[in-house]
């Protein structure tokens, strides 16, 4: 168990409708990950939040939208949902940096959300 | 960009016996970090080791090391006495500076009994 949670663990949706995400990080970390992974293909990075800010972005679609809130907790917003988009969608965070051991850069992975879009 | 290359879509091992799967990455950045991530049937992502770049040492934990080649920009993991419950998907992934991981496209690994 990594300490990362995502909820829910799986959700079947219709296309052209709207779906929100939920990741809780490990206690202390403040950066959250957000990636994509398709079906038999690696992960692709959407979005990242550090303590409530945006740091950086990757290929996320417009129709994709994510926050980090107070407390930390991030949700991946999914809109107008095509066939497509159907993946696991994965979280990760990782703690502050201070001191620029490997450490500190590692991401711990929570076990994901399992998206159908029909 | 980072770019991670793993060249082998898939391996296969006799248990107990070793394994290398390689990864090539491309960065520009002179402080990075690289990883390896074992992800079995049930998905999850774990990560299996890390290495800093500054450091030459090759990083080892337990069954598992690497061999890391900054010049030639090569990261192989070495699994050793293979088991059963090491078959998965394995992906090595780029990191500097706290920012987004590149993963390569990962090695399925088989483990014979």
């Known amino acids: 168990d990594s300490g990362v949670t995502q909820t829910p663990k799986h959700l079947i949706t219709a296309t052209g409708q709207r779906v929100t995400l939920r990741c809780s990080p490990r206690?202390?970390?403040?950066?959250v990950y957000w990636y994509q992974q398709s079906l038999d293909q690696g992960l692709q990075f959407l979005i990242q939040y550090y303590n409530g800010e945006e740091r950086a972005k990757g290929n996320i679609l417009e129709r994709f939208s994510a926050q980090q809130f107070p407390d930390l907790h991030s949700e991946l917003n999914l809109s107008s949902l095509e066939l497509g988009d159907s993946a696991l969608y994965f979280c990760a965070s990782s703690p502050p940096r201070f001191s620029g051991r490997a450490s500190e850069s590692t991401q711990y992975f929570g076990p994901g959300t399992r998206l159908t879009v029909l | 960009a980072q770019t991670v290359t793993q060249s082998q879509p898939e391996m296969s091992v006799q248990e107990a016996e070793t394994v290398t799967l390689s990864c090539t990455y491309d960065t520009s950045e002179s402080d990075y970090y690289l990883f390896w991530y074992k992800q079995p049937p049930s998905r999850q992502m774990i990560l299996v080791i890390r290495?800093?770049?500054?450091?030459?040492q090759n990083a080892t934990e337990n069954r598992f090391s690497v061999n890391f080649q900054k010049a030639a920009k090569s990261f192989s993991l070495k699994i050793s006495d293979s088991q059963l419950g090491d078959a998965a998907m394995y992906f090595c992934a780029s990191q500097y500076n706290n920012n987004d991981m590149r993963f390569g496209a990962g090695t399925r690994l088989t483990v014979k009994p």
């Open positions: 206690s202390g970390d403040l950066s």
């Open positions: 290495q800093e770049a500054y450091k030459q």
